[in-house]
């Protein structure tokens, strides 16, 4: 059974979804199951968390969506502005740095 994803996991998806977008324009099931591959099921959002993101980040300029037809039906595929691409690189090395110091914290013998 899957364990649900902790609370500081805030921010996380929105970095997960720009790093996809990076690679190329994909739609929101997609992204729910690649997050799920890439991340060898470590990290499992739901379509509730990823469309909401999704919007928000479109709002902002982050992300364009367009229409596309596949199947007689219509998916709306994302892709990574160029404000996107800038967000992200602030977001990454964001992550380098916090990751940088829990690291120092939990493999320091005076923080056990």
């Not at 997050?35 to 909401?52: D, H």
């Not at 969506?65 to 996107?84: C, H, M, N, Q």
């Amino acid at each position: 059974m899957a364990r649900s994803n902790p609370p500081f996991m805030s921010g996380v998806p929105e970095l997960l979804l720009l790093r996809l977008l990076k690679q190329r324009e994909m739609y929101g099931y997609e992204l729910v199951r690649a997050i799920r591959e890439v991340t060898g099921e470590a990290i499992s959002l739901g379509e509730g968390v990823i469309y909401p993101v999704l919007h928000s980040l479109e709002r902002d300029g982050a992300l364009k969506a367009r229409r596309k037809g596949v199947g007689g039906r219509t998916r709306v595929y994302y892709s990574l502005t160029k404000k996107g691409a800038t967000r992200l690189e602030r977001l990454q090395n964001d992550w380098h740095r916090i990751r940088g110091g829990i690291t120092t914290v939990l493999e320091s013998p005076g923080h056990a």
